[in-house]
Every structure is written in C-alpha cells, then in structure tokens.
C-alpha cells in the first residue's frame, strides 16, 4: 500500500469547537475511507475532484482536492480532461470555475 493517508484539518480547526466533526474528518473520512485499498489513491482523488465540480463546489476544498490529485499522480491534461468529459454532465459553468482554480494548482 502507498503512504498512508493522514488529515488533521478537522482537528485544527474545528476540535475544541466540534470534536465529533473533526473526528469524522480526520479518522473517519480521511483516515479509514482514504486508506480503503479498493480504489487507488489517484483514482480516489479523481473521484472526489468530479463529485465536488458536480455539486459546482468550487471554494478552497475543492482546490485542496485538485492540488491533492496533482500529488496523486494526476497530470495536467488528464485533469483538463477529466473537467471537460465531466462539463458536459455537470455544466459548462462548473467547469469554467474548476478550470480556473486547476490552473492555479497547475502552475498554468
């Protein structure tokens, strides 16, 4: 298995304000269902940046998601790819913003 996947964001900056939460966050979510061997960390990421654009979710997360599948293995044309194929079921709007913020990430 590749490096463990590890998240301390919820307990920075929601753990004396919602514990709960943040465990969910991190141990949960990033901890147990990131480390899940029965997809690939790069497709997982692939994954999550298409379910983020779809719900046209284009803050700070879904740059993190972007920046994360770049780490991941995702090269800068399978990610201009993946937001095209994807804009024609989620909107053309969507991708326009995903775009903006993958060129951010890309260094383009």
Not at 5 to 22: C, H, K, N, W, Y
Not at 54 to 74: E, F, R, W
């Amino acid at each position: 298995m590749a490096n463990k996947i590890v998240q301390t964001a919820g307990r920075d900056a929601l753990g004396a304000f919602a514990p709960e939460f943040a465990h969910f966050n991190d141990d949960v979510l990033f901890g147990e269902n990131w480390n899940n061997p029965d997809i690939d960390v790069k497709t997982r990421c692939i994954i999550t940046v298409v379910a983020l654009m779809a719900q046209g979710i284009t803050d700070s997360s879904l740059k993190y998601h972007i920046k994360n599948a770049k780490d991941h293995g995702v090269s800068q044309k399978e990610m201009a790819a993946i937001v095209t194929h994807v804009a024609f079921y989620a909107g053309w709007p969507k991708a326009w913003a995903v775009f903006n913020l993958a060129k951010e990430v890309y260094g383009e």
